[in-house]
């Protein structure tokens, strides 16, 4: 079945520095691929999404390219900022009215000064 | 003005009672997702219904029934609490294929049960 592989557990980072967090997928299908952003005490949101190849849908100075060949859907940034604290899901799904969303684990990224 | 509104927050049970927890949307989706998030496992799908009156299993239904009254309400039920449901659950809504294919889920904010 379709499965995320992401980058987890904690990342801390200093302020100013890129951001970096991997994910890999496997899937049937042609999936669609998303980044979803849960600040402490919020909910989940969607920061990303992406169906087609080797497009880079940007948010609030993220990124991440869907790349096919490669399976991979990174999320990045240039510049880190104490705001970007949070916790950060890499999800699939097959697309289409209903489609189950497929998370990975989640990374917890902590932005320090 | 939130549009997945959870209730309660927090909640404390015993082992072996009985938990309801309630879901209400105001964005008019006919999809609707259970959700617990666990450290290590990160959000794993409990239960799901696409309309008013229809449930689904999702990847983790073993232990809890759901049930989706009308088109805004999505309840998550455990008949029998155990220490291993103790977890953050969250509800969320989702637009349908939304206008790129790609469907959107809107999250509460979250319960947090505690079962001792």
């Known amino acids: 079945g379709d499965s995320v592989t992401q980058t987890e557990g904690l990342v801390t980072l200093t302020e100013g520095l890129p951001v970096m967090l991997n994910c890999t997928y496997q899937?049937?299908?042609?999936?669609?691929l998303f980044w979803y952003v849960q600040h402490l005490n919020e909910a989940p949101k969607l920061l990303l999404k992406?169906?087609?190849?080797?497009k880079r849908p940007e948010h609030q100075g993220f990124h991440a390219t869907l790349h096919k060949s490669s399976s991979s859907f990174h999320l990045q940034k240039s510049s880190a900022q104490l705001s970007d604290s949070a916790l950060y899901y890499c999800a699939l799904s097959d697309g289409g009215t209903g489609s189950k969303l497929s998370f990975g684990k989640g990374a917890k990224l902590t932005v320090s000064p | 003005e939130a549009a997945v509104t959870q209730s309660p927050r927090n909640k404390v049970a015993v082992t072996g009672g009985k938990v309801t927890l309630s879901c209400n949307q105001t964005n008019n989706h006919n999809n609707m997702y259970w959700y617990r998030q666990d450290t290590g496992h990160g959000l794993r799908l409990i239960h799901y219904?696409?309309?008013?009156?229809?449930?689904e299993k999702g990847d983790i239904p073993d232990g809890y029934k759901a049930s989706r009254p009308s088109q805004e309400n999505f309840s998550l039920i455990l008949e029998l609490a155990t220490p291993s449901q103790t977890s953050v659950y969250f509800c969320a809504s989702g637009d349908g294929a939304g206008g790129d294919g790609a469907e959107t889920l809107y999250f509460g904010s979250g319960t947090r049960l505690t079962v001792l």
């Open positions: 899937s049937t299908y042609s999936p669609f």
């Open positions: 219904s696409y309309g008013a009156g229809s449930t």
């Open positions: 992406s169906f087609t190849d080797n």
